[in-house]
């Protein structure tokens, strides 16, 4: 209990814009708490300790499996008909789940105290299963914009002034790193300002957002102000890769969003910013 509500509060905010990545973790850890449940009769003095690493897997397993499930079933109710697709994938889900408890019926007795097939049967099975869903998060075309999948699509228009589609955005998009360096999004102001160190920081202020770049590190921090809105935050993350990659800001907004909107792009779908802002006083 207590797992989950840490992982919660730490972890939370990432399980909707990077639902690939823990969509992904979630099965990751799940075969990892039965790894370590079949190796629990092999050290007996440590089963304490490993009953309660099993757990926690299992808590994050429950938080992430079912808050990123809610995301991608989201996603997948193209006609606004959440309820619909919700329904058939839990209906899809119990007849796995009754054809997997035949096939363990049937399995069981043959490899009873066979302890060389039981470790082949599940070394397999687990490699089917994390390919499995390895395939199935690549084949998500998600059309919001991740911190990712923004960075991709900004670089590539800035460049070669295209905007690229929603296939080959989702293709290029790395599940476990990141494409930049650190970046602070929706930092508090005092942070931003107490790192403004250097003349050789790029600063940025604008009506809705303050940027400070570290060119020689690579940092960036980002703070929005309290009215600030999600097309906003996109903005910013455009103003910032201009930054990164002309030194200055010269290219217009208006016109990638226009762009993004003509590729089928949603840009009304906050990035992954934190909740910090400020207020300008008049």
């Not at 972890?11 to 909707?16: T, V």
Request: hydrophobic share 45%.
């Amino acid at each position: 209990m207590i797992g989950r509500i840490l992982f919660s509060y730490a972890k939370g905010s990432q399980l909707d814009y990077d639902c690939k990545k823990w969509r992904l973790v979630a099965d990751i850890l799940n075969d990892a708490a039965f790894f370590i449940d079949l190796l629990c009769p092999l050290w007996p003095k440590w089963f304490l300790v490993s009953a309660c690493i099993s757990s926690l897997f299992r808590c994050i397993v429950g938080v992430a499996g079912g808050a990123t499930r809610t995301t991608i079933v989201q996603h997948q109710a193209r006609r606004n008909n959440l309820a619909d697709v919700a329904a058939k994938d839990g209906s899809q889900e119990t007849l796995v789940n009754a054809a997997a408890l035949l096939v363990s019926l049937a399995l069981l007795p043959a490899v009873s105290g066979k302890h060389t097939i039981i470790w082949i049967l599940f070394g397999l099975l687990t490699f089917l299963h994390l390919f499995a869903n390895y395939r199935a998060v690549r084949s998500l075309k998600l059309d919001v914009l991740n911190g990712k999948r923004a960075a991709i699509i900004i670089r590539e228009y800035i460049k070669n002034d295209i905007i690229l589609s929603i296939d080959v955005v989702n293709k290029e998009e790395p599940l476990f790193y990141n494409l930049y360096p650190t970046r602070h999004l929706g930092c508090s102001l005092k942070t931003l300002l107490e790192h403004r160190r250097s003349k050789n920081m790029i600063y940025h202020e604008s009506p809705k957002f303050t940027i400070l770049y570290d060119p020689h590190y690579g940092t960036s921090w980002i703070a929005m102000t309290e009215n600030a809105e999600s097309i906003d935050q996109l903005n910013a993350c455009y103003d910032l890769e201009q930054i990164i990659i002309n030194q200055k800001i010269k290219l217009n907004f208006n016109k990638f969003v226009n762009d993004l909107k003509e590729n089928g792009w949603q840009i009304d779908h906050h990035l992954n910013f934190d909740e910090w802002s400020y207020s300008l006083l008049e």
